[in-house]
């Protein structure tokens, strides 16, 4: 027979939510057990790390941007010392506008917007990129290192015994009113943070999800400065290495979670006219993000089965959101502290009760 482990937490998913919200849980002296499949395309393993303070075509600030990036900033430099890893680095963006109206645009906003400016280093980037309209910077902008974080942080689970690689089967859950049993773990909650998973969750799958598939190319681009974030269309974005991240797509509508040739090929011309130096496709790969309608996370305990959270939904900021409403929840569970109410899953109370 098998022994029966109590727990405070069961967390599903070691993604960028499951991480953060294993580490506050663990800072407060919560018992905590992280189950995850490994997945080398999840979608916070495929994301490209970068904070980015504006956002669009109209260059808009990005939502709740003054609180969240300090938040964000401290805690992946606190990490930093605490897992002995690099994690994140000032990266500005380079924004070269496609458009004489583009330039304009951002010549306008910079008068309203004090994360804009004009580059400091553009006889220096003639020197990289075939470029007509001028350019903008976006600083500051920040880039974390997920692979570095991610790893680092399974590391220290699975060294306290904290972690199950393997796949999580709802049908062996068992929800009770003020408790939860998987297999042989009892816990008093369990934490959905898996990602595009979560939209066939059965207790969270009624929840506006859209999902949204982003492929992605990594280059070598040998001599490319890595002080920046380059964006024109695509982003590069310094990867390790002389490799680059190379994208994203934003699909709502596709037939599978496969790359395609069309965007390989996409993605090659363009770098053969925006690049004067050479580069070479190393790897192609896609993901699908868990993004919903309202682009707005979905954090917090169920409003009818009180022993089953979420966090998840984050979509294509997941590192700007993660860490501040992983902090948010924690707090929720440990002081009764609120859930912002844009956020909180309660939101949904008519559509869950269902």
């Known amino acids: 027979m098998t022994n029966t482990i109590e727990t405070d937490y069961i967390i599903i998913g070691q993604g960028l939510c499951g991480t953060f919200l294993s580490y506050y849980l663990q800072k407060a002296g919560k018992n905590i057990i ?5 997945n080398p395309y999840s979608s916070s393993k495929a994301a490209s790390g970068a904070i980015n303070p504006v956002t669009g075509r109209r260059i808009v600030r990005t939502w709740m941007i003054e609180e969240v990036m300090p938040f ?6 606190q990490l930093e010392k605490e897992l002995n890893v690099s994690i994140i680095q000032q990266t500005n963006i380079i924004d070269f506008h496609p458009t004489t109206q583009m330039k304009f645009a951002f010549a306008e906003r910079m008068q309203k917007e004090s994360f804009l400016k004009i580059p400091d280093n553009i006889p220096l980037l003639q020197k990289y990129f075939n470029f007509y309209f ?3 910077e976006i600083n500051p902008s920040w880039l974390v290192d997920m692979q570095n ?3 680092a942080w399974r590391k220290k689970l699975s060294d306290k015994n904290l972690l199950r690689e393997e796949k999580f089967e709802i049908e062996n859950l068992v929800v009770e009113k003020d408790a939860v049993t998987y297999k042989n773990i009892h816990a008093q909650k369990i934490f959905f943070c898996d990602g595009i998973e979560g939209t066939e969750n059965p207790y969270f ?6 999902r949204n598939k982003g492929e992605v190319i990594i280059a ?3 001599g490319l400065p890595r002080t920046n974030i380059f964006k024109q269309s695509f982003a590069i974005v310094p990867w390790k290495e002389d490799l680059f991240w190379v994208g994203s797509t934003y699909e709502w509508k596709f037939a599978d979670a496969n790359p395609t040739e069309l965007f390989r090929k996409k993605v090659e011309e363009h770098l053969k006219q925006w690049l004067k130096i050479p580069f070479e496709i190393i790897d192609h790969f896609a993901s699908i993000r868990p993004a919903n309608m309202e682009r707005r996370p979905f954090v917090g305990l169920h409003p009818v089965h009180s022993s089953i959270g979420l966090l998840n939904g984050m979509g ?3 590192c700007t959101l993660g860490p501040y409403f992983a902090h948010q929840l ?13 956020a909180d899953v309660k939101r949904f109370t008519k559509i869950l009760s269902r």
């Open 34 to 38: 992280v189950i995850d499949e490994p």
């Open 149 to 151: 974080l991610l790893s």
């Open 205 to 210: 799958k009624l929840l506006p999800y859209s």
């Open 134 to 136: 001028g350019a903008g």
């Open 220 to 222: 070598k681009i040998p």
């Open 316 to 318: 294509t900021k997941g």
């Open 330 to 342: 924690a707090e929720h569970l440990i002081n009764h502290t609120s859930i912002n109410p844009l």
């Open 72 to 77: 964000a900033v401290t805690i992946y430099q």
